[in-house]
């Protein structure tokens, strides 16, 4: 799925991280607030839209909200991108991948189809690159150290560690078998109806 950009605080990010029970996992922040905190969050979801108050005194976030929420819920792997720009979190779900992207003053969060996320990592290793990527596998309790050997001028060198990179990402633990990053993402062209 893919959906257009909405935008978080850092607070309400972290506190949405900790509801979920991914607070300080995943690279995501960890939630420092206490009871006041869920209400400043309550209202900057209905003023930005995400989110209603039904009549039975609940918030209900609309249904691509609602999506987004639930990949936050259910991670499985995580990819994790510094550069002197800025970060981009990559967390996958059961279906389609969260992007999250630091800004300023807090976060743009979108869904993306999974082929279209390793496109973008395979890109980077076309051109220099300058930066850190790190992943978080599902059943490991700490991050991978950054990858070596990305800022190398030798292109395929850079390629291979990128696959090394989308490799981690798409590993599922035994009990769920094994997926990959479409082949067309890592050699060429993707086509428009890869599915994963």
Sequence with gaps: MRTALLWLSDEA????AQISGNGGKWFLPQASGGPGEWNRL?????????ARQGFDGKL??????????????????????????GRRLYLRG???????????????MALRPFYEMCLEIRGLGED???????TWEEGSQEPSAPY??????????????LRECLAAFCRRSKEQGEVSPPEEALEGEVKEDVHI
Excluded: C, T
């Design 13 to 16: 990010l972290a506190f949405l």
């Design 60 to 85: 209900h976030p609309i249904p691509k909200f609602s999506r987004m929420l639930y990949n936050l819920g259910h991670v499985r792997a995580a990819l994790l991108l510094e550069q002197e720009e």
């Design 148 to 161: 070596p050997d990305l800022d190398s001028g030798d292109r395929e060198k850079r390629l291979g560690v």
């Design 94 to 108: 059961p279906v389609d991948v969260l992007v999250l992207e630091k800004e300023r003053e807090g976060w743009e």
């Design 42 to 50: 309550r209202k900057e979801l209905e003023q930005a839209g995400l």
């Design 128 to 134: 220099s690159f300058s930066g850190k990527i790190s």
